[in-house]
């Protein structure tokens, strides 16, 4: 069985295993304050060139998202999402269990476009009765989106000009955020999202480590009691090395940009089979995850030998599926779909 | 430098490492739906003669507490704790955002008495204007307590009819559960906390593990949907794998058990020893906390040679501080403390 | 100047007004105990024929959302509503700040439709990923809605059967519903709510009192420790008879019911009128509100001598603005109005 | 039956009806936006001197206090309180409910002692894991407190200088503000309070209105977007006039001041008769509430005559019970009550 489910199907690196067994007798201090937390906010930094970034790590996405939004919005305040943010649909209502509304606009291929929020903003200013209604306070966007489409540098530019233009603040969902800034589309780097966002994370879970996000406050503009904070939402780990030292690993040597270049290249070539074999995609995604119109009838045959997402309906006839690459995939099972296409 | 500081300083066991390390290239499905977990849940239920039993695992402490607490209760119900309870001091008010007071009662040693709690309850029942009041719907007591102590079991089943007597639940919390069933004083096992709690979890974090909390609902009495109040909470992993594959191997073999007798073992060893030297304890805990009285004029040269944990002022020349033990306590750094008294 | 901008611009109906007058002195019980709740919950259980109806009377409509959504969901659940709902738009997340996710389908002319919410709720049973999803409980509705518009019977039985095959529950946000019951287009009565919805409130503040809203649980169903989680969300009055009082009031004589009737009916007059004259209705609402569409240059002549509602811009050269009518539209002031235009 | 249970038995102080009945027919902007508002905001402002001072109404105690604290504190925040404080023991969990812990200090006769404050912020700053814990952000007393008591002038001022010292805000809650200040004992007046506190309420349901406080943030230091967190809250009523008018008519010619007056001397009445009898005081109030203890075996003989609240056992023998005056206890009625005694 070939496995293209997700990306997040196997352990961690080899290298980050390696560092985590070779650091786990040492006896640290807790709660993050070990050496290798600070080593790793030191290399992330560094590759951010964000040299007053504040940087915390975390064990998963749904807690980031929720920890960073809540604490950077005031209680009133609301987050502004594309309705297919992961926020908006696949987080069980974790941002509205710690208080705050999601408020949606249309995605496009998973995008928030700048002219749907500056009309959104637009309008909640001359609206007589925005006394009324939360106030938004806080863009969330996914970068690269949940349709694997990554925004340009002048789209990220021109969110944070609207963004600066309104007095709210703008957060990145770098869940995958390697694949977005590795794969050929890309017209930024990790300095130009420590930039032009105020927060944003760097996924782990899903590039190389067992669990782990790494959230950076590019600044130093972490919200105050950021520590307490985390520990009231229950995400503070008492052993905060496990995210330390696969953290330091995954930005040692660039491991983590080359494992997210691999998964986008063992992705591109699937892409191309898909093409020349006359499949269609649904989205055009550059980065690791591919969507794809299956016919319903060969789907059963597809899944005897193939491990894939089932997305959504297309049409009557037709499925959309998913593909997803990771740091793990290799050539061998990239031939081997190949083959089976 | 001898580490007494806590139980947490090292990574995780190395027998668990090896099956983390083991796993670590299979292809697994998320969220705890992988067959580590699976297996893991199996091997406590046998453990803990709970067939029925309903088991969870996540991250740390604090999140189990938490979640534990806030699915338990109806939104306007309260949890009834000792005032040394770790939810009542140090959980950075983690219950309180969950929406819940936590009621406080005297401490003794840790230990919650049944007397007090039977005087709340039926003082509250009598109160014309309880009406106003948060209602008692949890008791939460800690097994071993923050300072060490351990309930009887002629204790907890007091505590259980009286919570019975009130139609309110019962939740232990066992973040250090292993070292009080191997205690000397221990007169009840696993079956027992089963038998007795409506919810109890099994610390791993402080007992073996990397990270990692088994929930246990004796009864097949999970609340409902508890997964996606779990994700709500931000406590889902992505890769759940990391928790079954360590709780797995942590109840084979009664690895568990073990390495927590192992470390009750070295520190009635270092209790004998203080106490041979004069020293006073603070409080005589039977299990891997030894809380000790330790004249102001000597700390500054016991801290150039042994880390330990600062606990309170006892009285103007005298402090109280922790040394604690675990699975990674050598018999050598034992030797060697009992040479420094 | 004309009144027409809203139906809460004056105090109580005069009538309300000499009951709370006859009955200040009298020395009663505080918190709703007094014997003019208990009255009027008599007569509104004797006016929505449901004997067994448990009522409740809180301040006003946002409180009353609040507090009923959250006390019918668990923690985990989320309220389906129209996205022009006034829980979706106008209540400054207060569906949030208490923690849940309002789920939001497209409004028709204000309502919610049966299709709409059947395919809704099938595809969520559907989805794989559903747990990771806030589970819909409840579903929102206003009658009449927050553009006049109203359910009609047929309509709400669907809506039911829907809830009903789907095991949620069905709210009816009623801040207007005398207004709905009274106007030409309904065929259904007080009872007919209390028999389809699983709760409802009767609206005092938009009809006859000075605030106040009447909570119906139609079946003896209202949520464990109701009152508990009323004063846990700050909606407890201490003197509970200002609400009694007057909803005794409203409810003796049929005072309610006739005052909504003459709202409805100055309101059928105007509408009427602005048809005669060529203008043209946004929204062909039944009830006390008109929605219609005026020319922009004509707008400041109106402002000058009636007082009205601006809603939304219709077009370039246009806008939406709203009459609206109340118990205290006098036939003087409509015919007033009828010169004007 | 002499009445004493509460000082919230009657309805509205006649001229507080008169008031209401008066402006019942105009029409007027709604949500506080009114005249009356902003006369009954100006004269509060003028008696409390602080020009500066923003004033709100709100319609109950409980809604009040967690609606100020909530919005004063950070997500992150603690309130500390006197453990007999009424958000520590009769607002079922309204602070925990929206995410606050309430921190408490023994109550001394109801009231918070310097002492105890001081020590423990300081213990707070000195605790190494006080990261761990919710950082303490407001201080709450009420004036006077639950048991009629009164702070001084110096009292308060110890306080607001140890708040000061700490970075930490003070709030008084007022719901019986008027008759602290104008009894035998109190040393202060409005502007003393306003000098002294960042914010206090000033309650009018236990004090002339039927129901509302009014909030008072004396430095302009109302949190930013107050009104919608009111409205968030569920506590912001369409028709705000129904707290302004009643404001503004205790507010003027000294209404407010006079009839807690009235009350006090009333109370004062009685106790002297208390003691006159030979009866114990359980606590020595000043104020409009006396606590005295009263022998079981007479206590059935007293109901049938005397309306009095139930407080708490004071021995074996003995009971302590509540007589309360308020604005509309009358002569005659002390006099019976003397006569009965």
Redesign the interface.
Known sequence: ML?F??D?????H?IV?KA??A?????????GTDRYCREAADKIRAAAKCPKGEVYFL??????N??VI??ML???E?VIAADTGHIS??????I??S????ITLPGHEGKLKTADLARYLREFGAD??S?????PGLVYISQPTEYGTVYTKAELEALRYTCNAYGIRLFVDGARLGYGLMCDEADMDLADVARLADAFYIGG??AGA??GEAVVFPQGNAP??F???V?????????G??LGVQFSALFTDNLYFQICRHAVEMAAQIKEDLLDKGYRLYVDSPTNQIFVVWPDSALGELARVV?YS?WEKYDKKNTVIRLATSW?TTQKAVDQLKKIL
């Open positions: 496995f489910t997700n997040y199907g196997e352990g961690m080899p295993l985590l067994t650091t786990n007798m040492e006896q640290l201090p807790g709660y064990a998963g996405g749904t807690q980031t929720q920890i809540d604490t005031q209680p009133y609301a649909v696949h987080e069980a209502g974790a509205e269990y208080g705050h509304k999601v007589a009765s006394d009324h209604m939360p106030q879970t899903k067992i669990c105050k009691h520590l307490t904070s520990k009231q939402h229950g995400g503070l780990l008492a052993k090395r496990l491990s089932y793990a």
